[in-house]
C-alpha cells in the first residue's frame, strides 16, 4: 500500500527543493515529475520510478498534475483488460472535474473527452467500436499490400538516383499516409500538404490548429461526398453500418484512426529501418534468412514502441493495483514502453523475442488497436519493398549523431540519413514479367512408347522466276506435344 502523501489524489503541496538539491527537479510531494529538463530520457525516469516503487508509481504530469504511472507488464494488461475497474472516459478523471487540469494544459488535446469509441464504455463503446472494426473487416488486405508494395516504389523512386536519403523525411513519414489516404477512399488528397499538416498536428506548434482544422475540412468533405455516393472503402462502410453514425461520429473516427495509424506507423517504419541500419547482426540476420522482416518488426515493437505511454485510463472505483492503493477518479497512465522492459518478463533485454507477440505496443482490452494489422503490414512490405531496390543502403552518419523529438506519448526519429549506390527510377506501373505456358491441346492420346519422331523438312526448292505464280505452301505437320514440351523448355 501507498503511504498518504504519495496519492495523486492527496492534497499535499509541499515547496520543491531549491536548485542544487539532490533532489532537484521533484516536485509536491517529492514526487518525479514526467516533463521539464529532468525527464528528457524518460526511459531512465521510468526505471528510478520502478526501484522506488514498483510496478505502479506516483509522478506528475505538466504543470504537476498528478497520475499513476503503471509500469509492470501484467499490472498494464490487467488495467487495460479490466473494464469493470478503469475506464477511458476522461469526464470521471478527478483532474479534469476540480480543474487541475484548465483548459488551457498542454496535454488538453490528448486527455479532452470526445464522443468517439476511444473514450467512450459499456453500450455506446460497443456501438461505436462495432461501426470501427466491422469497416476494418471489409478492407481487402491483399490489395492493399499490392498498394503499399506500389506506394514504396514510387517514394523510392524520388531519390533513388541521387545516392542520398533521409528516410524519415522521405520515406517513413510519406508511406502510411499514402496507404491511409487510399484506405480512406480519398487518394487524391495524398500530397505533401496533407503530409506535413499531420506532423505539425502532433508538434504541438502556433501552427497545429490551422493544420487540424485543415483536416477535419479534409475529412468532413470525404465524409458528405461518401455519404451522397458511397464506394467499396472504410469510409463508406463506416457510414453504411447498422450504428448508423451521424457525419460528426463520422468525420471524429476518421480523424482518430487518420492520425493513430499515421503516427505509430511513421514511428514503427523508423524504427525498424534504424534497427536494420545500425546493427549489424540485427542485419546480418535478415539477409542470412534466420529472421524475416514480420519478425524484425515484432522485435522493434517490443524494444521501441510507436508509442511510449497512453493518456489515460481512469480508476472507476477504489482499488489496488500493484500494490498501490488507487482511489476513485484517479488517473492511470498506461506504460507500454516500460512494460516491455518489465524484468519480471524481460530480464536479459538483449534476448531475441522472435515470434513472441505479447508485447503493449497495441494496447489491450477492449480498446485495443483495431488497425495494428494495416500497421503491420505498411511496415512489412515497405522496409522489406525498400531493402530489395537498395540492397546496399548504409547510414550516412554516425549512429552516436542520430536524435530523437521526445514527448510523453514517443519517440520520434527526427532524421535517419543514408546513403547507397544511385540506381535508376523504376516503371511502379508495369507489371511483373512471366514466362508464357504454352496452350494445353485438347486432342491427347494415351500411347506406350517413345514419341513418334517429326519427318525432317524438305530442302527449299529454287526461288520461282518473278512472273510465276508463286506454289501453294505444304500445311506443316502438327507437333506432338513432347516435341512442344522440349521446344518451350529450349526457350524456343
Not at 495523486?8 to 515547496?15: E, M, Q, R
Not at 523525411?169 to 500538404?193: K, S, T, W
Not at 493518456?311 to 472505483?317: E, I, M, R, S, T
Request: net charge negative.
Amino acid at each position: 500500500m501507498t503511504p498518504e502523501p504519495h496519492s495523486p489524489t492527496g492534497t499535499d503541496s509541499l515547496a520543491g527543493p531549491p536548485p542544487g538539491c539532490p533532489a532537484h527537479g521533484l516536485g509536491p510531494g517529492g514526487l518525479r515529475r514526467l516533463y521539464g529538463p529532468e525527464a528528457e530520457n524518460l526511459s531512465a525516469v521510468y526505471e528510478k520510478l520502478r526501484s522506488e516503487h514498483g510496478p505502479v508509481a506516483p509522478a506528475l504530469l505538466h504543470e504537476d498534475v498528478p497520475i499513476w504511472v503503471v509500469l509492470g507488464h501484467s499490472e498494464n494488461l490487467h488495467m487495460v483488460s479490466t473494464p469493470s475497474q478503469f475506464c477511458r472516459d476522461t469526464r470521471q478523471w478527478t483532474a479534469l472535474q476540480d480543474g487541475s487540469i484548465k483548459p488551457d494544459h498542454p496535454l488538453m488535446p490528448l486527455v479532452a473527452w470526445q464522443p468517439i469509441c476511444c473514450h467512450a464504455e459499456g453500450n455506446e463503446h460497443l456501438r461505436l467500436r462495432g461501426a470501427v472494426t466491422g469497416a476494418m473487416s471489409t478492407i481487402n488486405h491483399r490489395g492493399i499490400r499490392r498498394h503499399i508494395n506500389r506506394a514504396t516504389q514510387h517514394l523510392v523512386n524520388q531519390f533513388c538516383e541521387e545516392g542520398r536519403a533521409d528516410l524519415v523525411a522521405q520515406f517513413a513519414e510519406h508511406l502510411p499516409m499514402a496507404v491511409m489516404c487510399q484506405i480512406l477512399g480519398m487518394p487524391d488528397e495524398y500530397n505533401d500538404r496533407i503530409v506535413h499538416a499531420a506532423r505539425d498536428m502532433l508538434k504541438g506548434t502556433e501552427t497545429s490548429i490551422a493544420s487540424n482544422a485543415y483536416i477535419m475540412d479534409v475529412l468532413m468533405r470525404l465524409t458528405v461526398r461518401r455519404r451522397a455516393e458511397p464506394e467499396d472503402d472504410f469510409t463508406s462502410h463506416l457510414i453504411n453500418h447498422s450504428a448508423r453514425l451521424n457525419d460528426e461520429e463520422v468525420g471524429q473516427h476518421l480523424r482518430v484512426i487518420l492520425m493513430a495509424a499515421y503516427e505509430a506507423t511513421a514511428n514503427l517504419l523508423a524504427n525498424v529501418l534504424r534497427l536494420v541500419l545500425t546493427d549489424p547482426g540485427f542485419r546480418a540476420q535478415l539477409n542470412g534468412g534466420q529472421m524475416t522482416v514480420p519478425q524484425a518488426v515484432e522485435q522493434s515493437l517490443w524494444d521501441e514502441p510507436p508509442f511510449s505511454t497512453q493518456l489515460p485510463y481512469v480508476a472507476k472505483q477504489d482499488t489496488e493495483l500493484g500494490g498501490q492503493r488507487v482511489r476513485k477518479g484517479d488517473g492511470l497512465l498506461l506504460g507500454i514502453a516500460p512494460g516491455n522492459v518489465d524484468p519480471r518478463v524481460r530480464p536479459d533485454l538483449s534476448a531475441n523475442m522472435m515470434g513472441n507477440r505479447s508485447h503493449l505496443a497495441f494496447s489491450g482490452g477492449p480498446h485495443e488497436c483495431p488497425g495494428q494489422d494495416i500497421g503491420r503490414a505498411i511496415a512489412d512490405v515497405g522496409v522489406d519493398a525498400l531493402l530489395n531496390r537498395l540492397p546496399d543502403i548504409q547510414l550516412d552518419c554516425d549512429e552516436d549523431e542520430l536524435h530523437w523529438r521526445t514527448s510523453i506519448l514517443n519517440r520520434h526519429l527526427v532524421e535517419l540519413p543514408v546513403r547507397f549506390e544511385p540506381r535508376p527510377q523504376q516503371d511502379v506501373t508495369a507489371k511483373p514479367g512471366y514466362i508464357g505456358v504454352p496452350a494445353q491441346r485438347t486432342d491427347w492420346e494415351v500411347g506406350i512408347g517413345r514419341p513418334e519422331p517429326v519427318a525432317p523438312a524438305p530442302s527449299p526448292e529454287p526461288s520461282a522466276p518473278p512472273q510465276a505464280a508463286p506454289a501453294a505452301a505444304e500445311p506443316a505437320r502438327p507437333m506432338g506435344a513432347w516435341r512442344r514440351f522440349l521446344r518451350w523448355w529450349r526457350g524456343y
